[in-house]
């Protein structure tokens, strides 16, 4: 093996047909001369946790953490709001589509819980979108949303609100 130090962390992923990948080194900033081991990362890919001794260490061994960058690929933000219709109850039957912006491909397709309105839609972070509400009978509405890079370390457990929306009836032509 390709290694740094006494230990080192290499990755593999499995593929399509359930085959691993050949196992690559992480390389530094993870991996150094050191032990590096107990790597460790979280479900959304942001952050790695993992002990080393490194100059700066307290013991014999610490914990470290590394963050990605924002615009890592698996960067992901959860972005909520409430879908109404013109009587102020849950448009259970709307259908939401978000759109990225800069690619004009449809993120996901959602629909609003039937006893709160509320939908939640899990997205790629650090683009703009656009979210395309259709409920027969109404209006469709559209409205544009901006994910800003953000930590996704520091805003763990927040999404991103939009306010509630309320349909409006589409009005017969005269």
Do not use: C
């Amino acid at each position: 093996h390709n290694s740094m130090g006494g230990y080192d962390v290499f990755s593999s992923k499995r593929t399509e047909s359930g085959e691993w990948t050949k196992a690559e080194n992480v390389g530094y900033p993870v991996n150094t001369p050191n032990d590096d081991v107990f790597y460790l990362p979280t479900p959304n890919g942001q952050r790695v946790y993992f002990s080393s001794r490194r100059d700066a260490s307290m013991g014999q061994s610490d914990l470290f953490v590394r963050h990605f960058p924002t615009r890592h690929q698996q960067s992901m933000a959860v972005v909520s709001s409430h879908v109404f219709n013109s009587e102020n109850q849950p448009a259970e039957d709307a259908i939401i589509r978000v759109i990225n912006k800069s690619t004009n491909e449809e993120a996901g397709v959602y629909r609003a819980h039937p006893h709160t309105g509320k939908f939640i839609a899990i997205v790629p972070a650090a683009s703009e979108y656009a979210i395309n509400i259709e409920s027969e009978g109404y209006q469709t509405h559209t409205q544009s949303f901006d994910l800003k890079e953000k930590d996704d370390y520091r805003s763990k457990n927040r999404a991103i609100y939009l306010p509630a929306i309320t349909l409006r009836v589409i009005e017969p032509k005269e």
